[in-house]
């Protein structure tokens, strides 16, 4: 079992900005894919951004150029810096990574993945 637990997000005024932060722990091994979801009331779930165990990134094109995705492998950690925040940036924000573990000394493994329980982030004057 892995645990995803968020943090940063609360009521930031448009132009702004706004870091989120997300940590993994439990039965770990290898994280792969970290990324960064979000939901806003009435709408589907988007991917904002996302990052490779390598470090290659990619995000929506709505947040190019505004947010950036990146993560210390070391403390099994990603994080969204959010800038120049806008009204259409209001939703909740999940943390999601997929990796695996080794199950047998032959070396097989098990995939997972996981998602946080979300914050929210509000942009209002």
């Known amino acids: 079992q892995v645990q995803l637990v968020e943090s940063g997000g609360g009521l930031v005024q448009p132009g702004g900005s706004l870091r989120l932060s997300c940590v993994a722990s439990?039965?770990?091994?290898?994280?792969?894919?970290m990324g960064w979801y979000r939901q806003a009331p009435g709408k589907q779930r988007e991917l904002v951004a996302s990052?490779?165990?390598?470090?290659?990134?990619n995000y929506a094109d709505s947040v190019t150029g505004r947010f950036t995705i990146s993560r210390d492998n070391a403390k099994n950690s990603v994080y969204l810096e959010m800038n120049r925040v806008k009204f259409a940036d209001t939703a909740v924000y999940y943390c999601?990574?997929?990796?695996?573990?080794?199950?047998?000394?032959?070396?097989?493994?098990?995939?997972?993945?996981?998602w946080g329980q979300g914050t929210q982030v509000t942009v209002s004057s």
């Open positions: 999601r990574a997929k990796g695996s573990f080794v199950i047998s000394v032959e070396g097989a493994t098990r995939k997972w993945d996981y």
């Open positions: 439990g039965r770990i091994g290898t994280i792969n894919d």
């Open positions: 990052i490779s165990n390598g470090g290659s990134t």
